[in-house]
């Protein structure tokens, strides 16, 4: 089984002041280079990085790593644009599915990823998703039969993958993931997970 991951981290992180959260670091690792080192280490296929803005800050953070880096030239349309760009470079490559991940989930490790494949295995679903949230939603990190990607290229503006789980949850199947309720949007998120009190947070909803 081919697997393509494809890392979005174009966003410009307008909400934590213009600081690029991809930057942020995790025991001395940005996260951008956490969660490619994660991608990797699945040795199922290749990793796609897509950036956009401060992409000439954020691309040295990924020197010497075995990635292919794709950029967003539309960025600012929002995480669809991105999504566009991340599963049209699989065109030309040989590919069964494809891991869609986030750079802002700072507990995305390949041991979830690898959980992800492992349910798809034991399913045969086209779509395998992570559960979390207070809403309980299914999200990303979540993995695509490739039969599905050209409905990504429908996306637009901030529609991400989650309305395609949505909608084909029939086809569905889910992994629980509570932690994956922590991302870095604002200031306010940041403290909390340097502080852990998102981590407890995240952990009582289970």
């Not at 794709?70 to 995480?79: D, F, R, T, V, Y």
């Not at 995305?108 to 998703?129: K, Y």
């Not at 409905?151 to 509570?178: T, W």
């Amino acid at each position: 089984m081919h697997i393509v991951t494809i890392i979005l981290a174009a966003g410009a992180s307008t909400r934590l002041g213009g600081k690029p959260k991809q930057l942020l670091t995790d025991n001395g690792t940005t996260l951008v280079r956490q969660i490619a080192d994660a991608a990797l280490s699945l040795q199922a296929g290749p990793v796609i990085v897509v950036l956009g803005a401060n992409q000439e800050k954020i691309q040295p953070e990924l020197f010497n790593l075995p990635v292919c880096i794709a950029l967003n030239p539309s960025w600012q349309e929002g995480i669809a644009s991105s999504l566009r760009v991340g599963v049209n470079t699989l065109a030309d490559i040989a590919v069964d599915f494809f891991l869609v991940v986030l750079t802002d989930q700072p507990y995305v490790t390949a041991s979830l990823l690898r959980q992800l494949i492992t349910r798809q295995q034991q399913t045969g679903r086209g779509i395998v998703a992570c559960r979390y949230g207070e809403a309980d939603h299914l999200g990303v990190p979540a993995l695509f039969d490739i039969r599905y990607g050209p409905e990504f290229m429908n996306l637009s503006g901030d529609m991400g993958a989650r309305k395609l789980i949505k909608q084909y949850a029939g086809d569905c199947a889910e992994i629980p993931f509570p932690l994956a309720a922590i991302d870095l949007d604002t200031v306010q998120d940041v403290e909390a997970w340097r502080s852990g009190s998102s981590v407890r947070g995240a952990r009582s909803t289970e």
